[in-house]
Nanobody, 125 residues
């Protein structure tokens, strides 16, 4: 089992930055694809970014490309999401996910075995 705990969310003005962290415990995540998803009120959970287990393959949803950066520190068992130039439409509960199932797609929620509880990001305009 893997436990994931997100942190770093908060209230920020449009144009500002936040850095989210996802700390894992229970077992190493060094061999796991890791993802970030978000869910705004009344909307479905959507893919934000993902990184392969060595960080060699990185994916972003189009609307955050160039503004968000996903990274990982396997030695610290932690994944990060640096968010710059934040917009009001980035407001959501952000979730960390781990453990891409065999044959699963990195941008599909059901592809991941483990989830954190989420951290709230609110961007004021």
């Amino acid at each position: 089992q893997v436990q994931l705990v997100e942190s770093g969310g908060g209230l920020v003005q449009a144009g500002g930055s936040l850095r989210l962290s996802c700390a894992a415990s229970g077992r190493t995540i060094s061999t796991y694809t890791m993802g970030w998803f978000r869910q705004a009120p009344g909307k479905e959970r959507e893919f934000v970014a993902a990184t392969s287990w060595r960080g060699g393959r990185i994916y972003y949803r189009d609307s955050v490309e160039g503004r968000f950066t996903i990274s990982r520190d396997n030695a610290k068992n932690t994944v990060y999401l640096q968010m710059n130039s934040l917009k009001s439409e980035d407001t959501a509960l952000y979730y960390c996910a781990a453990g891409l199932r065999s044959g699963g797609s990195y941008d599909y929620t059901r592809s991941y075995a483990y989830w954190g509880q989420g951290t709230q990001v609110t961007v004021s305009s």
